[in-house]
């Protein structure tokens, strides 16, 4: 009976853990085309800086919170990203921002 | 005239007044997760919302009575209470998630936190309350609200395919994510038939003298209104579908969502997204508020009234300055806006039996509404969607939150 408490509390764990690594995968994909979408609008001059900027936040807030449960390369090279993308929207580099942009899109 | 000018206010009141926080997350999430799949429930949703708001208006002008007094006369105090209590303590979210809506409007456009916007905007709402009359509230709410039709604009700019938009509309089973899907249409029938809009539509008309002569007035405003209003959803929705759910973008805060309008209508779309909603949220809270105060007094059998000075009716002014500070406190423990209202909105479809029943009792007692009782088509849509939509959301609320929202 114990054995089988213990091998459905597993399978549960395991479970779980894949729900979380599939949820990170979408969280990742769904946050890459968030960044893209604002690093045209910024190129566009269709957002503010300030909004730009804080979608960029929240994106690394929502990837670390979930980067916490399990480990990411996708996710870390993301957060590195947005980190490019916050620098570029701050100094005004459009440039900087297309370039941005362009990795994005790789 | 002037039961044309009644019906076209009533019409621009369903435009105007139909979007609020929980329309406009729960449509956008189900564009952006599933594309036009979950129109059927808006569809639904607005079907069953027209033969309420048609009921509450018949039972206010024929009784005299809103909806909370007659339940408390007819089926006694000790059941009134029940759903009142399940009320209240939704209403508490459902105010947290319109302030927080305007909050979160008014950061997209400073970049100021919400938590620091939520004192000041429920100041705002109060003394809109306390200093206005109920023809203010309705007024400013449904014409500001019209701002509302840009969702329709970008829509139609973005040219949306009408096939699969048909297609939508027949309900059917998801090919992924099934309790998400149910939850998100779940949200939208929460967040389309809101129990408020009962209480502030049937107290409305009482306050607004309605009589037996209003029934026309009341049938035509209640369809056409609430058609109307349902288009605005619909708009975020299609919105959503076109620029997010192709990216494969998954709403997870309202930035992603604040994103919909700006392929359509470029520099005018954030702006315009934020106007939306915080206008139509400003507009929700001060309803919901006052809904909930109408809702206590009839229940209490206190005096109550928004025409009345508010020192007249202090326990109903009270009750609604009680309601903004439990909704304003609740984002300020932090809450993520965005979950808070879908968990509102959920939790309002759970709820809904307990909140109609009672009332659609009333409607086939001919002691009320004398010959004007409901037909069997309107009994059975509304009772059958909403015992449905309440077991769904008993379902998939627990499977939405082990999840992890």
Known sequence: MRSLVAVTILLALACNKQDDAEKLQKSIASWKATLEIVADARLKNEVRNGFALKTIDEAVEDLEGQSSKTTNR?????????????QAIERDDKSAIANVRGELAR | MKKVLQVALGIVTGIGGFLEVGSIATAAEAGASFKYALLWSIALGTICLIFLVEMTGRLAAISKHAVADAVRERLGFPFAVIPRVAEIIVNVMVIGAEIGGVSLALKFVTGIEVRV?????????????????LDFIEDATSILGLVSIGFVVAAVKMHPDTHSMLRGLIPSAPRHDAAHYWYIAVGILGATISPYMFHFYGSGAIEDKWGEDSLGANKVTAALGMSFGAVMSVAVLVCAALVLAPRGIEIARYEQAALILIPALGRWGLPLFAGTLGVCCFGAAMEVSLATAYMVAQTLGWNWGENKKPDKEARFSMTYVIMLLLGGSLLLTGIDPLKLTMYAMALTAVILPLIVLPFVVLLNDQTYVHEHTNGPIGNTVVIVTIVLASIVAIVTIPLEIMGGG
């Open chain 2, 117 to 133: 916007w939520a004192i000041p905007v429920t100041l705002l709402i109060w003394l809109a309350i306390w200093a206005g009359t």
């Open chain 1, 74 to 86: 996708h996710a870390e090279e993301l957060i590195g990203i947005a980190a490019k993308l916050r």
